[in-house]
């Protein structure tokens, strides 16, 4: 038995692990025992990688759909057919009709190619990937009030700060191994503060949980800050020294009473007071967000919301404290990094600057475009309205984890062509006209980048199952097939080193120096050779961090005479994302039903309910049929679905609304109606699913 280091391929943590190999099979892992992060632990999920990639219920051979049937193509056919959709979708719609969804999940080299296939090679800007859905107004928000959207400090911060404040996170089931941080700083004297809706495990544990309204953020943070101005415990000697003017913000809020806060967030006034106190006298506060923030229509001025609380602290620039936004998937800050976001090249180079245009273009010998691209949901959109013909979803599942599932099916059915690459036959890889198998993370060389922008290798211990082939090497093959040369990189380090040298932010960064230490944190250039544990120290990227208003705006849709029930959704410890990995573990499957819809007692006693009794759930969009689990982790009106199961999936009826600056949808909040199921009828994963006959697309 081999034992091969690696990274963990599911969440943003990016746990140190060894992948135990025999007879060219992953037989089982282990933790690394010094890795910075993990420390020598592993969450279930990592424990159960070997089941989730396992050849088993792999694709391992192209596919091509004939009479809404798929057989088996040689890959030699299979890429010679996307070659020609994507040159006659160009042809018929020019280069606005094309596009690629990337993978945060793949490496970084997989999405460096990703986008440089979308932009040297399609022409077009339209690239983006799941960060559209996650954290982007961390990115547009931060990069106004600070000028970079990434965790400002470093995982071991939390073992230095006096308080951690967790606003919309549920950090014990989603980032396991911060959680379990949190609880041993909580353990050793740290003031623990949790702000969620849901009595999550960790706002049990919590020493201050504020059971805040749903989509009711801006109202508290707002009224935090107001309490906080009016008692003078501002922190004077860092706005003075390093944000521009205060007075708006001070303005802002001058008309407003904890009184008025309490009524809009459903928090006492004395709880209100004790936050705004410990918080503005910590002496290190570490502050972690997550979906409950980002995932609404006000996604962008929550985040600055919570910017405005951190600067008027002073609480970032230092060991234990920062704006902490945990980025979601194992390399989704890599994703974003290497410029799958249809406004940015690699390290976040504005598309639209022409010096930027001509560095490229010249380093990728070719001419580049100029308009900007699509999102995810844009191309989605415009191939509903005809505009947008050819598409490319590489690793992602967005018939489960997009807004509004019937939408998604009909925007399918619109394309003219859709090739998805994939490990396994997800819901929207059935959808595919053409299906190509893709090599999983134990599978590739390559490097993924945690939460705390920590870039670590990934090494192939296995080879992959049947014809799988890397994701950057599919993209090169078609990029000759499309008439560009420029991808025939000798290996992952060789692209690699391309990428550092057009990205400032990893100039300092080769696979030898990664392999020297556990990774290196970017920024990692000649003036910080061993990267940057920490951000903002001495100024922001904007130089004065920004102290900008904000006004709390409802959900935008809220409970009814027609749909009663606010519906929020979320994660659960044993599951991740649309569970194509996941639900391959029998361990992990045997955890938790599938489905499940979370609902207060006493709203299960007004419907007459009894605990995992089937209903129906209807939206103004879609209806479906799940098991109900009384509990009171959730408030009475407010019920909470997990996004992990087709069998239950809540995207049919979450709601699509955007926020206009990020175009992140509001998945935390819609309005459903729920009715019994005769108590002796299963719920049914048919019902609701018309629209999304697989057949017809
Ligand atoms: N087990 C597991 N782990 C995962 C994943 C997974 O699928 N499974 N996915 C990964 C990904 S992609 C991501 S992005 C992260 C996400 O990790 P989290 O950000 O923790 O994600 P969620 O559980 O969706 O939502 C967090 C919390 O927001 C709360 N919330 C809802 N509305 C509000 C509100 O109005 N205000 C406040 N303050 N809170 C609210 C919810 O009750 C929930 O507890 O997890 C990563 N880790
Ligand atoms: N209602 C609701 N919906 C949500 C959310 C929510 O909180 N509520 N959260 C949203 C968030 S934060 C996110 S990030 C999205 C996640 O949405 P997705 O990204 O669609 O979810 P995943 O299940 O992680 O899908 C990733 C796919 O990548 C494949 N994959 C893994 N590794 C590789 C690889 O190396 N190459 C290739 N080609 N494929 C690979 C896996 O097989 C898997 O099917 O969901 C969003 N949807
Ligand atoms: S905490 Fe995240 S990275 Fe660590 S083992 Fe669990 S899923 Fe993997
Ligand atoms: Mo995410």
């Given at each position: 038995m081999r034992v091969v280091p690696s990274i963990c391929t599911f969440c943003g943590v990016g746990c140190g692990l060894g992948l135990r190999v025999e007879d060219g099979r992953v037989i089982?892992?282990?933790?690394?025992?010094?890795?910075?992060?993990?420390?020598?632990?592993?969450?279930?999920?990592?424990?159960?990688?070997?089941?989730?990639?396992?050849?088993?219920?792999?694709?391992?051979?192209?596919?091509?759909?004939?009479?809404?049937?798929?057989?088996?193509?040689?890959?030699?056919?299979?890429?010679?057919?996307?070659?020609?959709?994507?040159?006659?979708?160009?042809d018929e719609q020019g280069?606005?009709?094309?596009?690629?969804?990337?993978?945060?999940?793949?490496?970084?080299?997989?999405?460096y190619a990703a986008q440089k296939f979308a932009r040297a090679v399609l022409k077009t800007h339209n690239i983006d990937h799941c960060a559209r859905i996650c954290h982007s107004p961390s990115v547009a928000g931060l990069a106004r009030t600070l000028g970079s959207g990434a965790m400002s400090n470093s995982i071991a911060d939390i073992d230095q700060a006096d308080l951690i404040l967790v606003?919309?996170?549920?950090?014990?089931?989603?980032?396991?191994?911060?959680?379990?941080?949190?609880?041993?700083?909580?353990?050793?004297?740290?003031?623990?503060?949790?702000?969620?809706?849901?009595?999550?495990?960790?706002a049990r544990l919590a020493d201050i949980h504020l059971q805040?309204?749903?989509?009711?953020?801006?109202?508290?943070?707002?009224?935090?800050?107001?309490?906080?101005?009016?008692?003078?415990?501002?922190?004077?000697?860092?706005?003075?020294?390093?944000?521009?003017?205060?007075?708006?913000?001070?303005?802002?809020?001058?008309?407003?009473?904890?009184?008025?806060?309490?009524?809009?967030?459903?928090?006492?006034?004395?709880?209100?007071?004790?936050?705004?106190?410990?918080?503005?006298?910590?002496?290190?506060?570490?502050?972690?967000?997550?979906?409950?923030?980002?995932?609404?229509?006000?996604?962008t001025n929550n985040v600055i919301a919570v910017s405005n609380l951190v600067l008027v602290c002073g609480q970032i620039g230092r060991p234990g404290t920062g704006i902490n936004p945990l980025r979601g998937q194992n390399n989704v800050q890599g994703a974003c990094d290497m410029g799958c976001l249809p406004n940015v090249y690699p390290g976040y180079q504005a598309v639209s600057d022409p010096a930027v245009q001509a560095r490229f273009a010249a380093a990728w010998a070719t001419e580049l475009p100029q308009a900007p691209g699509l999102t995810s949901?844009?191309?989605?959109?415009?191939?509903?309205?005809?505009?947008?013909?050819?598409?490319?979803?590489?690793?992602?599942?967005?018939?489960?984890?997009?807004?509004?599932?019937?939408?998604?099916?009909?925007?399918?059915?619109?394309?003219?062509?859709?090739?998805?690459?994939?490990?396994?036959?997800?819901?929207?890889?059935?959808?595919?006209d053409v299906l190509l198998p893709a090599a999983a993370f134990a599978e590739k060389d390559g490097t993924f980048t945690n939460c705390e922008r920590r870039v670590q290798r990934?090494?192939?211990?296995?080879?992959?199952?049947?014809?799988?082939?890397?994701?950057?090497?599919?993209?090169?093959?078609?990029?000759?097939?499309?008439?560009?040369?420029?991808?025939?990189?000798?290996?992952?380090?060789?692209?690699?080193?391309?990428?550092?040298?057009?990205?400032?932010?990893?100039?300092?960064?080769?696979?030898?120096?990664?392999?020297?230490?556990?990774?290196?944190?970017?920024?990692c250039d000649a003036a910080h050779p061993q990267g940057s544990p920490i951000l903002h120290e001495h100024s922001f990227p904007l130089g004065r961090g920004r102290l900008l208003p904000v006004t709390q705006v409802p959900p935008d849709e809220c409970p009814d005479a027609e749909y009663p029930f606010a519906m929020t959704t979320h994660r659960l410890h044993f599951h991740y994302g649309g569970g194509s990995m996941t639900r391959k573990s029998p361990l992990l499957e045997r955890e938790t039903p599938a489905g499940l819809l979370f609902m207060h007692p006493d709203d299960g006693e007004t419907l007459g309910l009894l605990n995992h009794q089937g209903v129906r759930v209807s939206s103004r969009r879609g209806y479906?049929?799940?098991?109900?689990?009384?509990?009171?982790?959730?408030?009475?009106?407010?019920?909470?679905?997990?996004?992990?199961?087709?069998?239950?999936?809540?995207?049919?009826?979450?709601?699509?609304?955007?926020?206009?600056?990020?175009?992140?949808?509001?998945?935390?909040?819609?309005?459903?109606?729920?009715?019994?199921?005769?108590?002796?009828q299963a719920p049914s994963a048919q019902a609701g699913s018309r629209e999304v006959d697989h057949a017809s697309l």
């Open positions: 089982g892992v282990e933790p690394q025992p010094g890795h910075p992060v993990s420390q020598g632990q592993l969450c279930s999920k990592g424990w159960a990688t070997s089941f989730a990639i396992d050849p088993y219920k792999r694709l391992t051979q192209p596919m091509i759909k004939e009479h809404g049937h798929f057989r088996p193509a040689s890959w030699d056919e299979a890429l010679g057919r996307v070659a020609e959709e994507f040159r006659s979708a160009l280069p606005a009709g094309v596009g690629v969804i990337s993978c945060a999940r793949a490496t970084n080299e997989d999405n606003i919309g996170a549920d950090v014990t089931e989603n980032h396991a191994m911060i959680g379990a941080r949190m609880l041993r700083a909580q353990a050793r004297g740290a003031t623990l503060v949790v702000v969620d809706p849901r009595k999550t495990r960790l805040v309204r749903l989509g009711s953020n801006i109202a508290l943070l707002n009224g935090l800050l107001q309490i906080i101005f009016a008692n003078g415990w501002e922190n004077r000697a860092f706005i003075d020294s390093r944000c521009e003017d205060i007075q708006p913000l001070r303005q802002h809020l001058a008309g407003l009473t904890p009184e008025q806060t309490s009524a809009a967030t459903g928090v006492t006034v004395a709880e209100l007071q004790r936050l705004a106190f410990l918080y503005s006298h910590a002496k290190a506060a570490f502050t972690a967000y997550g979906m409950g923030i980002t995932q609404f229509q006000s996604g949901q844009g191309m989605l959109k415009a191939a509903q309205h005809g505009d947008f013909r050819a598409l490319m979803i590489m690793g992602e599942d967005p018939l489960l984890t997009d807004p509004d599932q019937n939408q998604v099916a009909r925007a399918f059915a619109a394309l003219d062509f859709l090739v998805v690459v994939e490990l396994s036959l997800t819901e929207t890889a059935k959808c595919a990934i090494r192939q211990a296995i080879a992959a199952p049947g014809l799988a082939r890397g994701d950057w090497q599919i993209l090169a093959e078609l990029a000759v097939r499309l008439g560009y040369p420029g991808m025939a990189w000798a290996d992952a380090e060789a692209l690699f080193a391309e990428m550092a040298a057009l990205t400032p932010a990893f100039s300092a960064i080769s696979y030898p120096a990664l392999d020297a230490n556990h990774g290196l944190q970017w920024p479906l049929e799940t098991r109900v689990q009384l509990t009171d982790d959730v408030p009475v009106g407010t019920l909470a679905m997990p996004y992990h199961f087709q069998e239950a999936p809540c995207n049919r009826l979450t709601n699509d609304a955007q926020d206009p600056i990020s175009k992140m949808p509001e998945l935390k909040a819609c309005a459903v109606r729920v009715e019994p199921l005769p108590p002796d």
